[in-house]
């Protein structure tokens, strides 16, 4: 079973740039991978997601051109780049991993197979 770890969390001004990372314990190039995150007092919400070879990627409209998912399948790693950052960014990132995938599937994040244990990012005014 994979296992997902998230990194690269932090506090970051308004403006600033992060990149989470998500490692995973396994092999992950059959999985679709994705990032979602919650903010205090509300539900979970989709970010964006990669195919499995990285060739399609998808992003909500509230962080697209401003957030990039990667992956690098010889590391068994995933990436969101995130620029111009926003309070409202503000949450906690989790990472999740499907077989079966697909951006419908990803977006809905509901019985995705993994998920991480979440990284803290906040994003002062």
């Known amino acids: 079973q994979v296992q997902l770890v998230e990194s690269g969390g932090g506090l970051v001004q308004a403006g600033g740039s992060l990149r989470l990372s998500c490692a995973a314990s396994?092999?992950?190039?059959?999985?679709?991978m994705g990032w979602f995150r919650q903010a205090p007092g509300k539900e979970r919400e989709f970010v964006a997601t990669?195919?499995?070879?990285?060739?399609?990627?998808y992003y909500a409209d509230s962080v697209k051109g401003r957030f990039t998912i990667s992956r690098d399948n010889a590391e068994d790693t995933v990436y969101l780049q995130m620029n111009s950052l926003k309070p409202e960014d503000t949450a906690v990132y989790y990472c999740?991993?499907?077989?079966?995938?697909?951006?419908?599937?990803?977006?809905?994040?509901?019985?995705?197979?993994?998920w991480g244990q979440g990284t803290l990012v906040t994003v002062s005014s």
């Open positions: 999740a991993a499907d077989r079966i995938g697909g951006q419908a599937r990803m977006r809905a994040g509901r019985n995705l197979e993994v």
């Open positions: 396994g092999r992950t190039f059959s999985y679709y």
């Open positions: 990669i195919s499995w070879s990285g060739s399609s990627t």
